[in-house]
């Protein structure tokens, strides 16, 4: 089993921009998945994206625009890149890892077992 620990997280102004970051050790093989979730009080987890360790990405319908997920080179951290904030993307957002299924990378929250502490982003100005 890997660690995965979330950070970037913070207040930003609506239409700003914010990145996360994802220190996923233990998931660097082709084996895995990695998305990013996040859950805002009283809702349910949501999912955002989800990459494959070739660089894959698959986007949930609504998150499709305005959020960027990728892998660094070494394959050792996740990133989310978040453009045009706005004040409904207020949630703790959480990164998580799955065995890879054979046809790719899912965004659904049940589909992953493995789960970071979450890091809390608030969009107000």
């Known amino acids: 089993q890997g660690q995965l620990v979330e950070s970037g997280g913070g207040l930003v102004q609506p239409g700003g921009s914010l990145r996360l970051s994802c220190a996923a050790s233990?998931?660097?093989?082709?084996?895995?998945?990695l998305g990013w979730f996040r859950q805002a009080p009283g809702k349910e987890r949501e999912g955002v994206a989800a990459?494959?360790?070739?660089?894959?990405?698959t986007y949930a319908r609504s998150m499709q625009g305005r959020f960027t997920i990728s892998l660094d080179n070494a394959k050792t951290t996740l990133f989310l890149h978040m453009d045009s904030l706005k004040p409904e993307d207020t949630a703790m957002y959480y990164c998580?890892?799955?065995?890879?299924?054979?046809?790719?990378?899912?965004?659904?929250?049940?589909?992953?077992?493995?789960w970071g502490q979450g890091t809390q982003v608030t969009v107000s100005s």
């Open positions: 998580a890892a799955t065995p890879r299924p054979s046809w790719g990378c899912p965004t659904t929250a049940i589909d992953y077992n493995a």
């Open positions: 233990g998931y660097t093989s082709s084996n895995y998945c």
């Open positions: 990459i494959g360790s070739d660089g894959s990405a």
